[in-house]
C-alpha cells in the first residue's frame, strides 16, 4: 500500500518542513544540551503514552529522525491506528543524545496533535457505525501543519475531503453568489474545465430543497453537500436525489447529532472540528 507521504509528496516536502521546523526550535544551538551533554553521548528514550486514545504519527516520527540523524535507532512497539492506554510505550529510540533531544519536541507536537484527531474522528466514525457515512475533513487546518493534520484523520479511521483548492471544483454559497445564482456557477465550472481539460470531481453547496432540484435539474457535478440542514430535511433531500449523486452533510453537526445525519442515508459527514477544535493526547518522550 502506498504511503501517505508517498501519496501526497507533490504537495508537500517532509524535509522542507522539519528544516523550517528546527530553524524555528534549534536555532543557531541547542545550548543547554551543548553544555551538559558530551558531544558523542548515546542515549536511550521511550515514547510513553499518558493517556487512552488512538495513536498517530508513528511512521511521521521515524521518518523525521531519518530525516535529522539517520543513525537513531527506532524499536517500534505500537503501529499508527492502534488504540493505547496510559502506561504503554509505543517505541524506544536510541542514537546521540543531542541529536534526540533536538527531535523530542518536534516528534511530541506532530504526535500529540495527530493522535488528538485520530482519536477524535475515531470516536466520531464510531457513531455512524451501522451506516454507509464516513467521516471527512475539511480546509478547516492549521497553515503549514495540513499535511499531519489530514494524515491524522486517515489514521483515525476517516477521510479527505479534498486535499486544497486545486484538487475538486467546490462551489459554495459566496461562489453561488458572486457567479449569479447555482445553475451559473455549475455551468461556469464545466465550461472552466473542459476548456482547461482538467479532471477534476465537482461538489456544490446546497442551502435548501429547492437549491438541490435545481442541482437535479442541471446535473453535472459529482457530489451534492447538504449545508446546515436538520437531519429530517437530510432524510428529504437524500430521498429526493436517489443515488443520482454522492451526498455530503456539513454545518454545526456535533457528537450529539452525527448518528441521526449518518442514519439519513448520506456518503460523507464533514467536520471542521477534527482539526480546529481538538484536545491533544498526552505523551511524552523520556530518558531511560
Given at each position: 500500500?502506498?504511503?501517505?507521504?508517498?501519496?501526497?509528496?507533490?504537495?508537500?516536502?517532509?524535509?522542507?518542513?522539519?528544516?523550517?521546523?528546527?530553524?524555528?526550535?534549534?536555532?543557531?544551538?541547542?545550548?543547554?544540551?551543548?553544555?551538559?551533554?558530551?558531544?558523542n553521548h548515546i542515549g536511550k528514550m521511550r515514547l510513553?503514552?499518558?493517556?487512552?486514545?488512538?495513536?498517530?504519527?508513528?511512521?511521521?516520527?521515524?521518518?523525521?529522525?531519518?530525516?535529522?540523524?539517520?543513525?537513531?535507532?527506532?524499536?517500534?512497539?505500537?503501529?499508527?491506528?492502534?488504540?493505547?492506554?496510559?502506561?504503554?510505550?509505543?517505541?524506544?529510540?536510541?542514537?546521540?543524545?543531542?541529536?534526540?533531544?533536538?527531535?523530542?519536541?518536534?516528534?511530541?507536537?506532530?504526535?500529540?496533535?495527530?493522535?488528538?484527531?485520530?482519536?477524535?474522528?475515531?470516536?466520531?466514525?464510531?457513531?455512524?457505525?451501522?451506516?454507509?457515512?464516513?467521516?471527512?475533513?475539511?480546509?478547516?487546518?492549521?497553515?503549514?501543519?495540513?499535511?499531519?493534520?489530514?494524515?491524522?484523520?486517515?489514521?483515525?479511521?476517516?477521510?479527505?475531503?479534498?486535499?486544497?483548492?486545486?484538487d475538486m471544483i467546490m462551489i459554495k454559497d459566496n461562489?453561488?453568489?458572486?457567479?449569479?445564482?447555482?445553475?451559473?456557477?455549475?455551468?461556469?465550472?464545466?465550461?472552466?474545465?473542459?476548456?482547461?481539460?482538467?479532471?477534476?470531481?465537482?461538489?456544490?453547496?446546497?442551502?435548501?430543497?429547492?437549491?438541490?432540484?435545481?442541482?437535479?435539474?442541471?446535473?453535472?457535478?459529482?457530489?451534492?453537500?447538504?449545508?446546515?440542514?436538520?437531519?429530517?430535511?437530510?432524510?428529504?433531500?437524500?430521498?429526493?436525489?436517489?443515488?443520482?449523486?454522492?451526498?455530503?452533510?456539513?454545518?454545526?453537526?456535533?457528537?450529539?447529532?452525527?448518528?441521526?445525519?449518518?442514519?439519513?442515508?448520506?456518503?460523507?459527514?464533514?467536520?471542521?472540528?477534527?482539526?480546529?477544535?481538538?484536545?491533544?493526547?498526552?505523551?511524552?518522550?523520556?530518558?531511560?
Amino acid at each position: 500500500m502506498i504511503s501517505y507521504i508517498e501519496l501526497h509528496k507533490n504537495n508537500f516536502n517532509l524535509k522542507r518542513f522539519v528544516a523550517n521546523a528546527l530553524k524555528e526550535d534549534v536555532g543557531s544551538g541547542d545550548f543547554t544540551s551543548e553544555a551538559t551533554i558530551p558531544k558523542n553521548h548515546i542515549g536511550k528514550m521511550r515514547l510513553l503514552v499518558k493517556e487512552a486514545g488512538i495513536i498517530a504519527g508513528v511512521e511521521a516520527a521515524i521518518e523525521i529522525l531519518k530525516i535529522i540523524d539517520k543513525k537513531i535507532k527506532v524499536e517500534k512497539l505500537i503501529n499508527d491506528g492502534a488504540s493505547v492506554k496510559a502506561g504503554e510505550i509505543v517505541f524506544y529510540l536510541t542514537g546521540n543524545t543531542q541529536k534526540l533531544l533536538i527531535a523530542e519536541r518536534l516528534i511530541l507536537n506532530i504526535m500529540q496533535r495527530m493522535s488528538g484527531i485520530a482519536t477524535k474522528t475515531h470516536y466520531l466514525q464510531n457513531l455512524c457505525k451501522g451506516t454507509k457515512a464516513k467521516v471527512i475533513d475539511t480546509r478547516k487546518t492549521t497553515p503549514g501543519f495540513r499535511f499531519f493534520e489530514k494524515w491524522a484523520v486517515v489514521i483515525g479511521g476517516g477521510a479527505n475531503h479534498r486535499y486544497g483548492l486545486y484538487d475538486m471544483i467546490m462551489i459554495k454559497d459566496n461562489h453561488v453568489d458572486f457567479a449569479g445564482g447555482i445553475t451559473e456557477a455549475i455551468k461556469a465550472a464545466n465550461t472552466f474545465l473542459n476548456k482547461k481539460k482538467i479532471k477534476i470531481p465537482i461538489e456544490v453547496e446546497t442551502r435548501g430543497i429547492d437549491d438541490v432540484k435545481k442541482v437535479l435539474a442541471i446535473g453535472n457535478v459529482d457530489r451534492i453537500m447538504l449545508d446546515n440542514y436538520t437531519p429530517q430535511q437530510t432524510k428529504a433531500a437524500v430521498k429526493l436525489i436517489n443515488n443520482k449523486f454522492k451526498i455530503e452533510s456539513s454545518g454545526g453537526i456535533t457528537e450529539k447529532t452525527i448518528a441521526s445525519y449518518a442514519k439519513a442515508g448520506v456518503d460523507f459527514i464533514s467536520i471542521g472540528a477534527l482539526t480546529h477544535h481538538v484536545k491533544s493526547l498526552d505523551l511524552s518522550l523520556k530518558a531511560l
